[in-house]
């Protein structure tokens, strides 16, 4: 049955609140308030047009709610990567997510890209030149490659692969194959599982990747990792399974 997430819209509210809850009460887990990102900031992504846009357009006297609140999860973003380049693991629980959102268009429910804003932080800020980018969205992060790809220092992968061990072994492959690179990122989306639309993973293979993530970070750049969350429909279950992949990703494999 995929009644939970058949036709439920992909911006509806309510969409956070098992993985908030689940989170927040977890004994090994902190929440953090971040701070919306600056002008400055989403510039390094986007072009002043696309800002002006989502602000709500020059010409008009009314800040949208909506640039409000796609700027704290850029701004979220940021905080997450900030804490996990000094080694600590961490994940971005935001919305809206980013991954469709190019330089200057949109779409799929994304306004600002927050894997571009928070990796461009970091290498504006002279903290890393380079980075894996693990995209497990089911949908490919075309934002992210049309922001990031032109940059030989930013190894972008969307895996694929029918069934759990089928895609991890595709993770597994392109992470022993990729060059050394100053800090790995998840572009986080949970629609592959196997109750969401892409009808492909099981809520272990999300803490697999976490895990592959972290023995990567571990050997390769010094355990620097984060998650930023893109899509994932089944509400109920969306929960879970962050958690599983947080957990991977925190302690690698026991
Ligand atoms: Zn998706």
């Not at 049955?1 to 058949?6: I, L, R």
């Not at 895996?159 to 595709?170: K, M």
């Amino acid at each position: 049955m995929k009644q939970s997430y058949d036709g439920t819209p992909a911006g509806a509210s309510g969409r956070l609140d098992t993985a908030v809850d689940i989170l927040s009460e977890h004994p090994l887990y902190e929440l953090m308030e971040p701070s919306p990102a600056t002008d400055e900031q989403i510039l390094r992504a986007h072009g002043r047009d696309h800002l002006e846009r989502i602000r709500g357009g020059r010409g008009y006297r009314e800040e949208s709610l909506l640039f409000d609140v796609s700027a704290l999860a850029a701004g979220g973003a940021i905080l997450t990567a900030e804490i996990a380049v000094e080694g600590e693991p961490a994940f971005g629980l935001i919305r809206p997510p980013g991954h469709h959102a190019s330089s200057d268009s949109c779409w799929g429910f994304c306004y600002f890209n927050n894997v571009a804003v928070s990796l461009l932080h970091l290498k504006a800020t002279g903290r890393i030149k380079s980075a894996f980018i693990l995209d497990f969205d089911l949908h490919t992060g075309d934002g992210n490659i049309n922001i990031l790809g032109h940059d030989e220092d930013f190894v972008i992968h969307n895996p694929r692969g029918y069934g759990d061990d089928a895609y991890l072994a595709d993770v597994k492959r392109t992470l022993d194959a990729s060059p050394d690179v100053d800090i790995i990122m998840a572009s986080a989306g949970f629609d592959q599982y196997i109750d969401d639309w892409g009808s492909n993973l099981s809520t272990d293979a999300f803490k697999r990747i976490g895990e592959l993530m972290y023995e990567f970070a571990m050997k390769r750049c010094e355990g620097r990792r984060y998650g930023l969350l893109e899509g994932g429909y089944n509400f109920q279950d969306l929960g879970k399974n962050v958690l599983a992949f947080c957990d991977g990703l925190r302690e690698g494999k026991l």
